[in-house]
């Protein structure tokens, strides 16, 4: 028999996570900051949401409502749902995290895809599970092949859509091939956290294939187009047994009343998300259009970020464009750990911003702006 460790040992998988690296968020000194690392929105949070964050400031003593109710409530009247299906969390991130702790266990497997988003390979591993990659095609997920890699042991398949960070998306129809291709026991996790800004009608973010299935759990964030990204603000919307799983097994008071009261007033303005809505078509479209006149290659996003292409040849690539938009002040996002070398992922911005990357690329890759 082996011996006793002579110190605390975490349990297998735990030394395998590689810690989630957030984007970067800093500037040389005295450089004004355009972060366009992690996906925030450039018209913060509705003013309505701000209101009531601060109107909390006089209650801090108080605990939260634990069950979340009068967000639930917002949430369902808002997309036409049932609250008693919603649990918040804090953040997605949570939500996933414990969605993964209560489906699987040692040696069960997890599926993803190749770019997929990095917090599902660290909620398989921390649950003692396998990781299982799937390739995609084109950038994007691809059902047979997600189908493919389904064995006896798998519990979860995770999907983005649209994803992060390729911006790309499967349309509904594919959606729904993948749920009606997986066994009943396996978990279809759909990750809808840029739902808000897709504008394609063959697309759907999937609560209408969550309400009819007993197997398909949605996440949602305020993180996003919400921007309430500080706050930690998320919710899933499942089948009634899978949302009783996670209340059972959540923080009791896992959300903050401050993140309640902001999401109740951010999702009732409706004002606020339009604009949000509208400025990313805009630049989205207009960014897009000005780093291909540059000759780099851009994935077609449909979210509020871009995957920029970067050449192989020295002086072009992704690390010294990132350096060079850095000493600028534009700060963007490494994605090497999703297996995207040679690219850097940029959100879309403020005009400014926007207009400032492209002509500090334009002098990077040495062409006149
Ligand atoms: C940003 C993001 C989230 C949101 O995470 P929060 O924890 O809610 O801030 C979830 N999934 C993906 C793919 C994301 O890019």
Known sequence: MALPASRPVPRPGVLDIEAYVPGKSSAPAG???HKLSSNETPLGPSPKAIAAYGNLAGKLELYPDGSATKLREAIAGRYGLDANRIVCGTGSDELLQLITKVYLGDGDEGVFTEHGFLVYKIAI???GGKPVIVPETNLTADIDAILAAVTPRTKIV???NPNNPTGTYLPFDEVKRLQAGLPPHVLLVLDAAYAEYVRRNDYASGLELVATSENVVMTRTFSKIYGL????LGWA?????IIDALNRTRGPFNVNGAAIEAGVAAIADEAHIASAIEHNDKWLAWTTAELEK???????SVGNFLLIHFPAAAGKTAKEADAFLSQRGLILRSVASYGLPDALRMTIGSEEANRLVVAALAEFLGKAA
């Open 31 to 33: 450089v004004k900051l």
């Open 125 to 127: 591993l921390a649950a």
């Open 158 to 160: 995770f999907l983005a």
């Open 229 to 232: 990204a500080n706050l930690r």
């Open 237 to 241: 919307y499942g089948p009634a047994h």
């Open 294 to 300: 540059l000759g780099l290659i851009v994935t077609p």
